[in-house]
């Protein structure tokens, strides 16, 4: 009896280890480009913390993501606000996002059944409030001006602040000790220290002012921070010693930055007839760069736990660590929306076509369609997922949110 009782224990965790989300123990032997979570103990635990789902702005999640096309809508506002960002999980599964209205911009927390939990204003009704972001038991938000606004998890006002220019980003970004990042029109990076309190800037007139749909990345160790610029395309800031490391590129600004676990670059540099996506190791050398036909400017790449990455336009395209096509896949429309991917590497899209319809679509990682449907309302670039388990919630701009399970 006792021998079954330890075989059966024994068992029991040995199934509890092969469940483990993929990619969390960077010590395993996975071959080149295999990709893990990055711990970032400032962020909330939770099942999609910030927009792009972390600081690096991997679009992957540690879950699975809906196994079936079962569509709901939980919250209805059309023809009264929009929604110019994108939707964080906190822990508990409830949803928080931003909406516009000339009545104001609000903050608002949701049950995952589509309850209000609450709404606070954020005192401004200017476009693009952004995306949250989850830090422990706190909440930040942009309020679409020059103010970001602490909040605790039943929406009291912990602390503001208010900014000398109008802040360009999507979202704060956070580094590894919880400390806040963000650009504003004076060609300033600011840090937060927090509590809400200038720790330092930096000034550089090739850090992009007019930054409306981008956010900062981090290197895996957090010691340097990534910058779409102006006048070039990427900043890489050195953190410690608070001054610019290196810039690469001309003109052209890079669209959100991917890193991934061993510190290089991806980003979409947007041109039309042809835009390319660019990879960079981490001291700013070229690694490779793949040519595609459109506009990228209206998604953000992602890559899943091979190392294989998802981006394009009117096609979808996904490239191998090195750079080298794995497959294409035309669309009948565009890419409208930051493109995700979950724990068994599938892939989630928006396309927009010339029906004026939203498709939202489920691709293996082999380029085969899983399924597909069709939402109502535009959905474009700010409007970023968030993938829990099991679920995804889709903000639209014409202010609906889906729950897809």
């Known amino acids: 009896m006792k021998y079954l009782i330890i075989t059966s224990v024994s068992f029991l965790i040995l199934i509890n280890l092969s469940c483990k989300d993929k990619g969390v123990n960077p010590g395993d032997n996975y071959p080149p480009g295999y990709q893990h979570d990055i711990p970032w103990p400032s962020l909330a635990d939770s099942p999609w913390p910030m927009a792009y789902h972390d600081p690096q702005n991997t679009g992957r999640s540690q879950f699975i993501g809906p196994m079936n096309n079962s569509v709901q809508i ?86 503001t602040y208010e900014s000398v220019g109008k802040i360009f980003n999507k979202t704060s970004s956070i580094d590894k000790y919880g400390n806040l990042y963000f650009t504003n029109i004076l060609h300033k990076m600011q840090v937060l220290n927090p ?26 160790d957090g010691k340097t921070v990534y910058l779409p610029g102006q006048g070039v395309s990427v900043i890489a800031v050195d953190i410690e010693k608070r001054n610019i490391k290196w810039t690469f590129g001309y003109n052209t600004v890079a669209e959100s930055i991917v890193v991934d676990v061993e510190g290089n670059l991806y980003f979409i540099q947007d041109s039309w007839p042809r835009s390319k996506i660019v990879s960079l190791q981490s001291d700013g050398t070229k690694r490779w760069e793949h040519s595609f036909s459109g506009s990228g400017a209206n998604s953000k790449p992602c890559i899943d736990y091979n190392g294989y990455t998802y981006f394009g ?93």
């Open 74 to 159: 939980i919250f209805n506002e059309k023809g009264k606000r929009e929604i110019d960002g994108g939707i964080v999980i906190d822990t508990d599964g409830s949803i928080l996002f931003t909406t516009t209205s000339d009545s104001g911009n609000v903050i608002i927390k949701l049950s995952e059944e589509g309850e209000i939990i609450f709404e606070k204003s954020l005192e401004s009704s200017f476009e693009n409030a952004g995306t949250p972001l989850l830090t422990g038991n706190k909440i930040i938000s942009l309020n679409g001006f020059n103010k970001i606004f602490c909040f605790d998890s039943i929406g009291n006002v912990i602390w």
């Open 313 to 405: 336009s009117d096609s979808l395209y996904s490239v191998d660590y090195k750079g080298n096509l794995r497959w294409k896949i035309d669309l009948n429309g565009y890419i409208s929306c930051n493109i995700v991917c979950d724990l068994e590497n599938s892939v989630y899209l928006i396309t927009y076509n010339s029906e004026d319809q939203s498709i939202f679509q489920k691709i293996d990682h082999e380029g085969i369609l899983i399924w597909e449907r069709i939402l109502n309302g535009y959905i474009y670039s700010p409007n970023s997922f968030a993938v829990g388990n099991q679920i995804i919630f889709i903000p639209s701009r014409s202010g609906i949110i889906y729950s897809i399970k």
């Open 195 to 220: 509590g809400g309190q200038l720790i330092w800037e930096i000034t550089d007139p090739r850090i992009n002012s007019l930054a409306v749909v981008y956010n900062l990345s981090f290197s895996p």
